[in-house]
């Protein structure tokens, strides 16, 4: 038997290799497949029971409110892709994948899985964007919108695992010192500069939906007096100031180039004398086009905002014309593709 499957094997390699197989096909069913089967157990809470220990396909139907037999297909699913293992009938979460998704490891990316299912819809949709040219716009939604919820606590989750490390990197000023942190969501790269700098306090400016699930995971943290939300557009809002440093998070692939140069102009004017300004996004490589995560990752930013993946050139140029000298790129162990770019107003 083994035998036939190794022969098997090769000749299923040599005709995909001959060009006999439909990849084309395969490859748009089993995208999305292997998407809805994820992020359905993590909606029904099927990861999480199983996290708490093994059980029996009808124990776990009887226990979620689950159809029988869908529920053992999910989990057949998720064993064909080792997340789940099986002894006797029971179904555990494999060792590899509890670090991601048992919702008690600090490593969880369980509801930002989960918190994915809000794109099936954008990508549907990518034909008329495509036409129109509008994006889906996914920062429009209204402040009591569920979305938030799930957005956030997944941004978060994410956030959790590089957080320390970039707080690390960045070094603020010694003694008492201000961060404005805009569109910092969840406030957690605050959170961890508070906690490695004990007289900097922060404010977090963000939309109201997402202010408002940030406020309830910054005060989990018991670090509401140092870590404060503020609702507001960071396109429209007064900044403020004088801040000692400023950080500008995963927000610039949001924004068209007019957009980013007015933010980065008032940036400037809200920092403190000797202030520094903190960039970190992920930032595209012209030269590699066929990179498939960084191809992907553009279309995602251009269907969701309308913006787009740019470039290192692009972010010195912005901070060229608004005042900045050139910024010093720190790479992020806990975030491939993505670095810290840290710069002072020139001539400071």
Not at 81 to 87: K, L
Not at 207 to 215: C, E, F
């Amino acid at each position: 038997m083994r035998l036939a499957l190794r022969g098997n094997g090769i000749v299923e390699w040599l005709a995909l290799r001959v060009g006999l197989v439909p990849t084309p096909a395969g490859e748009a069913w089993g995208g999305l497949a292997l998407a809805g089967v994820l992020i359905a157990a993590a909606r029904l809470g099927l990861t999480d029971r199983l996290a708490a220990g093994p059980a029996t396909a009808e124990e776990l139907a009887a226990e979620l409110g689950l159809e029988p037999e869908a529920t053992r297909l999910l989990l057949d699913c998720l064993r064909s892709i080792g997340h789940v293992t099986s002894r006797s009938g029971r179904y555990g979460l494999s060792r590899r994948s509890r670090r991601w998704l048992d919702p008690a490891s600090r490593l969880s990316v369980a509801r930002f899985v989960e918190s994915n299912g809000d794109y099936w819809d954008w990508w549907a949709r990518l034909p008329e964007v495509a036409r129109s040219g509008e994006a889906v716009g996914h920062h429009q939604a209204p402040p009591d919108d569920p979305y938030w919820r799930r957005y956030i606590t997944g941004q978060f989750e994410l956030a959790r695992l590089s957080a320390a490390e970039v707080a690390s990197k960045l070094r603020p000023p010694a003694g008492p010192g201000q961060v404005l942190d805009i569109g910092g969501g969840h406030g957690w790269y605050s959170a961890q500069l508070c906690l490695r700098n004990p007289e900097l306090t922060a404010t977090v400016l963000d939309l109201p939906g997402s202010a408002r699930v940030g406020r309830e995971i910054i005060a989990a943290a018991g670090l509401s007096e140092r870590v404060r939300h503020r609702e507001g557009d960071a396109l429209t809002a007064d900044l403020g100031g004088h801040y000692d440093l400023v950080l500008c998070f995963n927000l610039v692939h949001h924004l068209t180039p007019e957009a980013i140069l007015a933010l980065f102009a008032k940036v400037r004017r809200s920092l403190a004398a000797g202030g520094r300004f903190a960039v970190l996004d992920a930032f595209g490589d012209p030269a590699h086009r066929r990179v498939a995560a960084g191809n992907f990752l553009g279309m995602f930013l251009y269907l969701s905002s309308g913006a787009r993946l740019y470039t290192p050139d692009d972010l010195h140029g912005w901070l060229d014309a608004t005042g900045f000298g050139p910024p010093r790129r720190v790479p992020i162990r806990r975030i491939p593709g993505a670095a810290l770019y840290i710069t002072r107003p020139s001539g400071a």
